[in-house]
């Protein structure tokens, strides 16, 4: 069974920063393709970064290049969101998912739900104007 255990969520003003960490249990994690995704009251699910499994490349939505940056740590089996100037549209519940193959060279379909099969409960972040 494959856990991923999310961290790091919080309340934070407009422009401050935030640390999100996700740790996967039960899987080879050098195998795995990470992404995070975010959900909003009212809205659908949407891919925020995604991350190969040796790390490059990264893809990001439009809406967070060049403010949230996704990495990893393989001997950690952590992948992290570093989230900086914080606007309140990016408040929302926060996932991390992974997907036990090559991440997509397509943008659109590697930051896409279906591309995942297993998923975290969630880190909440509230962003405050």
């Known amino acids: 069974q494959v856990w991923l255990v999310e961290s790091g969520g919080g309340s934070v003003q407009s422009g401050g920063s935030l640390r999100l960490s996700c740790v996967v249990l039960g899987y080879t994690f050098n195998d795995m393709s990470m992404a995070w995704f975010r959900h909003a009251p009212g809205k659908e699910r949407e891919g925020v970064a995604v991350?190969?499994?040796?790390?490059?490349?990264?893809y990001y939505a439009d809406n967070v290049k060049g403010r949230f940056t996704i990495s990893r740590d393989n001997a950690k089996n952590t992948v992290y969101l570093q989230m900086n100037v914080l606007k309140p549209e990016d408040a929302g519940m926060y996932y991390c998912?992974?997907?036990?193959?090559?991440?997509?060279?397509?943008?659109?379909?590697?930051?896409?739900?279906?591309?995942?099969?297993?998923w975290g409960q969630g880190t909440q972040v509230t962003v405050s104007s």
């Open positions: 998912a992974a997907a036990p193959f090559r991440l997509s060279p397509d943008v659109r379909t590697a930051l896409g739900t279906d591309s995942y099969a297993y």
């Open positions: 991350i190969a499994r040796s790390g490059v490349p990264t």
